[in-house]
């Protein structure tokens, strides 16, 4: 069962990664055949009809006959350059004047000479001797040069190692004729790859600026260096080896690995995964050639840029091809589709570019490789930034949402708040309420009815008046018992001294009040009405007990704050000096404390009497917290 | 025996009530202690009793059949500025007693004080005494912390100014409040016990509104009104 249930999800998984495998891998190969032909197409068309092709070319002191397109072999010398000779023949009377002669490619450097004079040396343009470039050379040729009849042409090739000599075919013609091949091939290998850079560098600085204010975001910060070293690259030439400043150009080699690594790197933080730890190997090869830049000769640093760093340029475009694979089988969307049919087609390039290097095919050396990545380069660059237009786009409107959002909780929660406050107020209401009716049952009520039954048996006015006025009393201290005292039940009790005052006077008895601590009792915020009620009730019982049984002359209420270092609680004693419970009837003395006792209990107090012949005194206890419910009620 | 004021006269005292044994019930207690009671069932008797001229008293009901006992207090106290005013209450319940305070009462007298209290305590008022239930002394201490503590809502009950009370008037009536006796009060705050009545007559007479005058004089100190 366990097995099943494991290669269940496995097996659709495989599926699922084949049905959407299968089809982009298709469609690469759609992309690799449509990059093939658009290479075939992309070569300019040169104007045949002037082309020289039969050379004799001397080399080391031996002379031979060749046609070009034509490799040398590499050297690193530039000293004794293989020396092409050649002848075309010009017509002074048919033809146009203002000839020239143009050479579509060429590496490295070419110098040219009419009937033995120079006319064109290539190694002054920096640019030209790039043998990345593919750049054209065209130079008119003064009409004082040209002869009627045949001309004699050379061409000193000048090469520097580790790539071989390549002479194409040169041609030699009216400048009418050879001028637009010529503009074609600036305008496809001199003035777009200018193009790209400025592009490259703009996109650079906007990436670098993306990458400063969201530095938890590396994959700006890595594309923006990539597009850096590419910019450097682009528009710091390599200077002819001669030059002062080969190192630099030796360094600069170094470029080329790294810009491949950054873009791999690129790549894999784009589409979500962790930078692996060994990714730091990919940068390994840039770093030699940097380091051998730096401190070996001329000649090492271009040999291993060749050995090691154009591997590396490769091996990262097969990386960048998986990691987009991977990208457009997990993803499935258009940013990982689109950056994988661009790593297609400059891996296309990469290969075309070497089989044209090995001289596997035969075509003019045409290297598109910078090309293609130049111009994939600047398409992430753009899609980016269009990524990012839209992320801030769907912020303003996520903003937008979550404005309204937030106004709608707000209004449901400001509704429910007034719900939940109504329901609470009418639930504190209809408690209050109970209350209420329990405590004017409890004591009007049965005041009022025994006052009804007392006169309906004719009894005497004192008993009815006893009635009324207890009723009245407990009246009073219903109504007084809702006003608001602030949890400082001293308030209540002064209300009731008064009133056990006016009860006292008749009877001649003298109440004594001793606060014994100055604030009184403590401040019980958590007090309710009803535990007041509760309170004075015993109190009350307590006073009327000692004037209707004990005959008692004194009644003292002590105040008083106990704190015995875990609180401070409150005790309210009341004390007589009369002749305690003697002679009272049992089953009074018992309801009368069962009542006080159950009062006490209701709100969390502890209830003491005691009783001789002394007087009786009560004890009342307060809880330092009173109860929140009443939960002896029932 | 019978009470006189300084000039040797019979104390007069008027005394509104619209129900009729609680009026003899009072009647009854005052005259026994000497003075000399004339009684009214309505605001319009009343008004016809104090036309024959001012009494030395004026206790009187709230509610009254042909209107409020407040006016009746209004109008006394700016025809016969001489005259004590108290209010007969059934519950001495703040809400009545404090609008009454307001317009110039001096305290309340319960409808079923015993007959002894209810001439105790018309003698004090005639001697210049004012008594202050606790209940009462309560209800404005409570004020002035509410007044301290929500300036801005309304509060419940009848409406009180207490701004004008000092801090030692406010120390006396939380005195009273809690249930201390005036000697008490005068301990613990370092004051001779004789000096706590005419603290309590001045609270009287802060709390009371006057005249229009002295309204907008008190809201301009107040802050509410702008000149």
Redesign the interface.
């Known amino acids: 069962m366990s097995g099943i249930a494991a290669n269940a999800p496995a097996r659709p998984r495989r599926r699922l990664i084949a049905s959407r495998l299968v089809p982009y891998l298709l469609f690469q190969v759609l992309i690799v055949v449509a990059t093939i032909l658009g290479l075939r197409l992309l070569q300019p068309i040169d104007p045949d009809d002037f082309a020289l092709n039969g050379f004799s070319l001397r080399e080391d002191g031996v002379a031979r006959a060749v046609t070009v397109p034509h490799f040398t072999s590499s050297r690193y010398s530039l000293a004794d350059p293989p020396l092409y000779t050649g002848s075309f023949t010009f017509r002074a009377g048919d033809t146009a004047p203002g000839w020239s002669v143009f050479l579509p490619r060429f590496s490295n450097a070419v110098e040219v000479a009419i009937n033995g004079v120079v006319v064109l040396d290539s190694r002054r343009d920096a640019n030209a001797n790039r043998p990345d470039r593919n750049t054209p050379q065209i130079t008119s040729i003064p009409s004082s040069l040209l002869r009627d009849g045949s001309n004699e042409i050379t061409v000193r090739l000048y090469v520097w190692g580790p790539l071989k000599g390549f002479l194409d075919t040169v041609y030699v013609g009216p400048d009418a004729a050879l001028r637009p091949a010529f503009e074609t091939r600036t305008l496809l290998f001199v003035t777009l790859p200018v193009a790209f850079s400025a592009w490259q560098s703009i996109l650079a600085v906007i990436l670098a600026i993306m990458w400063l204010m969201r530095r938890r975001e590396p994959v700006y910060g890595v594309l923006a260096a990539a597009m850096v070293l590419g910019v450097i690259q682009a528009f710091i030439p390599p200077p002819v080896p001669p030059a002062p400043v080969s190192r630099l150009a030796s360094v600069l080699l170094a470029s080329a690995p790294t810009e491949s690594a950054l873009i791999v790197a690129f790549a894999v933080l784009f589409f979500g995964w962790r930078w692996p730890r060994y990714g730091a190997l990919l940068f390994v090869p840039g770093l030699i050639v940097f380091v051998v830049g730096l401190i070996a000769g001329p000649p090492l640093p271009r040999v291993l840029f060749v050995t090691l760093g154009i591997p590396t340029v490769g091996l990262c475009l097969f990386l960048m091809a998986c990691v987009t694979a991977a990208a457009v089988v997990r993803r499935q969307d258009a940013a990982s589709f689109t950056i994988g049919c661009a790593v297609t087609i400059v891996l296309t390039c990469w290969i075309h570019d070497m089989l044209s290097v090995f001289e596997i095919v035969t075509n003019e050396r045409t290297f598109v490789s910078r090309l293609s990545y130049s111009a994939m380069l600047v398409a992430i660059g753009a899609g980016l930034t269009w990524r990012f237009a839209r992320a801030l786009n769907q912020v303003d409107s996520f903003a937008g949402q979550l404005v309204t959002r937030v106004r709608e909780a707000e209004e449901r929660l400001k509704a429910s708040f007034a719900r939940e406050e109504e329901r609470a107020r009418a639930a504190a209401l209809a408690n209050e309420r109970t209350r209420l009716m329990r405590d004017l049952h409890d004591g009007l009520g049965g005041q009022l009815v025994s006052i009804v039954a007392l006169s309906e048996r004719g009894h005497e006015s004192a008993s009815i008046t006893d009635a009324a006025r207890a009723a009245l009393k407990d009246l009073r201290l219903v109504i007084d018992s809702m006003d608001d005292i602030g949890g400082d039940l001293m308030l209540a009790l002064g209300s009731w001294r008064e009133r056990a005052a006016a009860q006292l006077r008749p009877h001649d008895i003298a109440l004594d009040w001793r606060v014994a601590t100055p604030q009184g009792l403590p401040l019980h915020p958590e007090l309710r009405p009803w535990h007041v009620i509760q309170i004075v009730r015993i109190l009350d019982e307590a006073v009327t007990n000692a004037v209707k049984h004990a005959q008692a002359r004194h009644i003292t209420v002590t105040i008083e704050t106990i704190d015995d270092g875990q609180g401070a609680y409150g005790v309210i004693s009341v004390a007589d000096d009369g002749r305690g419970f003697v002679g009272e009837t049992a089953s009074q003395t018992a309801r009368g404390l069962r009542n006080m006792r159950s009062r006490a209990a209701r709100c969390g107090s502890a209830f003491e009497l005691s009783s001789d012949s002394q007087g009786t005194r009560v004890r009342l206890q307060l809880p330092q917290v009173f109860p929140d419910s009443d939960a002896a009620a029932d | 025996m019978s009470e006189q004021g300084e000039t040797g006269e019979a104390i007069t005292i008027l005394l509104v009530e619209d129900d009729a044994p609680t009026c003899w019930r009072l009647q009854d207690a005052l005259v026994k202690a000497g003075y000399e009671v004339r009684s009214a069932g309505s605001l319009g008797e009343a008004r016809q009793a104090l036309i024959g001229g001012a009494p030395r008293v004026l206790l009187t009901d709230l509610r009254l059949p042909d209107g409020h006992g407040v006016e009746l207090i209004r109008e006394t106290r700016q025809r016969c500025p001489d005259t004590e005013i108290m209010v007969i209450s ?5 809400e009545s007693v404090i609008s009454a305070i307001t317009v110039g009462a001096t305290g309340y007298l ?1 409808k ?3 007959p ?2 209810i001439a105790t305590t018309v003698r004090d008022l005639v001697a210049g005494h004012s008594p202050i ?3 009462i ?3 404005i201490v ?1 004020r002035t ?1 509410g007044a301290a503590q929500t300036s801005a809502e309304p509060l419940p009950g009848p409406a009180l100014n207490t701004a004008r009370l000092t801090p030692r008037e406010i120390d006396i009536l939380w005195g ?6 005036y000697a ?1 009060i005068a301990s ?1 705050l370092g004051l001779s016990k004789q000096t706590v009545p005419g603290h309590i007559k001045n609270i009287y007479r802060k709390l009371e509104v006057h005249t229009r005058g002295e309204a907008v004089f008190e809201a301009v100190q107040q802050g509410l009104i702008k000149l």
């Open positions: 059934a519950l001495g319940d703040e319960l079923d004080a015993f002894t209290d239930s606790a209940s002394a309560r209800f409570r912390q009273i409040a809690k249930g201390f006796s008490e613990h």
